[in-house]
């Protein structure tokens, strides 16, 4: 399976040192070595790396590890190909453009037997499940909403339909953002931590790397760091329970909704 890491904070913030934990299961301390790519907000743009290399000898996994982008979401994936080949067009995170802002998405997990009905507004270029499920997601969405896009929380609650729907398929866990906002969905393991004051050392689980966030931050910074397994050994991860979706928004979780397995459906 792959692995998922994601932030959203309410400022502007580099995602090095959780990167650099990450970076190394891929292929280096753990077996996820069929590609890795990164996705960072800067406004309405996105700054997009995608490798089919393991992430832990890319060298441009060593580049994003040292270039402290900053930015208020980041998507990140380390791929262990379940379906489709190993090649870029099948490597995480996915982008395209929904209601004027880019959107991306990336997703752990099986499904099976999902070949849901594109209309082809949103087209998966390669074959992976994660892929259709994103353009299906996107699809249903832009169904139901038109050329305009609704208040969050009723986003919110339609992507929660649309969730139920796919998990039927299998284990389906994601991040989506569209720069805003970060939804993440445990469908068996995600977990979190938020990081405020008081600020304390963090050590990397990965790596033998510490950082003192109080050298790094201001008082009022707020830091939601979402990853498949925790990143660091010295600090207290909140195990997202499974079948849960989640809405993040400037580094804290705004609401939270139980998903189960239902029979899929089109919305109206």
């Excluded at 998922?4 to 934990?21: A, E």
């Excluded at 995600?190 to 790596?207: C, G, M, N, V, Y």
């Excluded at 910074?221 to 979402?226: E, M, N, S």
Aim: hydrophobic residues 40%.
């Amino acid at each position: 399976m792959c692995q998922l890491l994601g932030m959203n904070c309410n400022v502007p913030t580099d995602i090095c040192f959780s990167f650099s934990g990450f970076q190394a299961r891929g292929g280096g301390t753990d077996v996820h070595s069929d590609g890795w790519g990164i996705a960072f907000f800067e406004g309405k743009g996105t700054r997009l790396f995608l490798d089919p290399q393991p992430s832990s000898t890319s060298p441009v996994a060593e580049l994003v590890r040292q270039y402290p982008i900053r930015s208020k979401n980041v998507i990140a994936h380390i791929r262990k190909a379940t379906q489709g080949s190993v090649g870029l067009e099948n490597t995480h995170p996915f982008i395209r453009e929904l209601w004027g802002r880019y959107w991306i998405f990336a997703h752990n997990g099986n499904l099976l037997d999902f070949a849901p009905e594109l209309d082809g507004s949103f087209m998966p270029v390669g074959l992976t499940d994660s892929e259709r499920a994103f353009c299906w997601l996107l699809q249903e969405l832009r169904r139901r909403f038109g050329s305009q896009p609704p208040e969050r929380a009723t986003l919110f609650d339609a992507v929660h339909r649309l969730t139920l729907a796919i998990s039927r398929h299998g284990e389906f866990n994601f991040l989506l953002s569209n720069g805003d906002w970060l939804f993440a969905h445990a469908s068996t393991k995600l977990s979190h931590i938020i990081r405020q004051a008081p600020f304390a050392e963090a050590h990397l689980k990965d790596q033998d790397v510490t950082v003192d966030f109080s050298d790094l931050t201001d008082p009022d910074d707020r830091v939601a760091v979402i990853a498949t397994q925790p990143l660091t050994d010295n600090e207290t991860w909140t195990e997202m329970p499974a079948g849960t979706l989640w809405w993040f928004e400037e580094g804290a979780p705004v609401k939270t909704l139980a998903t189960r397995p239902g029979p899929m459906k089109k919305t109206a």
